[in-house]
Structure formats: C-alpha cells, structure tokens
Nanobody
Framework: QLQLVDSGGGEVQPGGSLRLSCSASGFTLDYYTIAWFRQAPGKEREGVSC????????NYAYSVKGRFTISRDNAKNTVYLQMNSLKPEDAAVYYC?????????????????????WGQGTQVTVSS
C-alpha cells in the first residue's frame, strides 16, 4: 500500500485560498492517478478533483469547477489542490487518494472503495 501524506489545510475566511499538498515517499506519484476527496461532518465522502496517470487529464466536481485546480509537480513528487474563492460549504476534511486506473468520468460520484491508498486527511475550515 502506498503511503500518502496530505497537508496544507487550515482556517480561512470566505473568499480566501488554500493549497493542499499530497506527497509520497518511496514511490513515484506520477505513475498513479490521484484524486482529492472531502468529507464534512455527517456527510458521505465525495470526490472533488482528479488527475489521471495516463494523460494528465483532470476533472472536477461541479461544485468546485472554476475555483479549484489540481496539478502535479513531478520534481517534488507532489500533487496539489489549489482552492480559491472558498465557501463555507467547502469546509471538510480533505483526503488525497491514489490508484492505478485513470480518473472516473465523474469524480463527484466516484466510489471511495475504488481507490487503493489514502492520505490521513487535512482539515479545511471556512468561516468568518
């Protein structure tokens, strides 16, 4: 099982920005498809964004499209999720996940059990 470490969460005001990082040691992240999921209290874990290992294609949940950007830095063996224009409804624990298959067609309805490895989660709080 891959060891993923996600970080970068924190507390911001509505309209603010955060950049989450997903890193790994002992293996190369660009061999894997990486997704970001989030889970708010009392809600199911939902897919937010994904970047494929095959062609680098990305997709986003409708709720974050245009505000969030997923990217890779292969030199740093890290995948980022840049989150801009944050809203209170974006508050959740964010997790990165990895698998060998490409991104699903719609990350928003992706099944968490279809992902092989997970980070420990990083808390994002959006409040005024």
């Amino acid at each position: 099982q891959l060891q993923l470490v996600d970080s970068g969460g924190g507390e911001v005001q509505p309209g603010g920005s955060l950049r989450l990082s997903c890193s790994a040691s002992g293996f190369t992240l660009d061999y894997y498809t990486i997704a970001w999921f989030r889970q708010a209290p009392g809600k199911e874990r939902e897919g937010v964004s994904c970047i494929s290992n095959s062609d680098g294609s990305t997709n986003y949940a409708y709720s974050v499209k245009g505000r969030f950007t997923i990217s890779r830095d292969n030199a740093k063996n890290t995948v980022y999720l840049q989150m801009n224009s944050l809203k209170p409804e974006d508050a959740a624990v964010y997790y990165c996940a990895a698998r060998n298959h490409p991104c699903p067609a719609m990350i928003a309805i992706a099944t968490p059990t279809a992902w092989d490895s997970w980070g420990q989660g990083t808390q994002v709080t959006v409040s005024s």
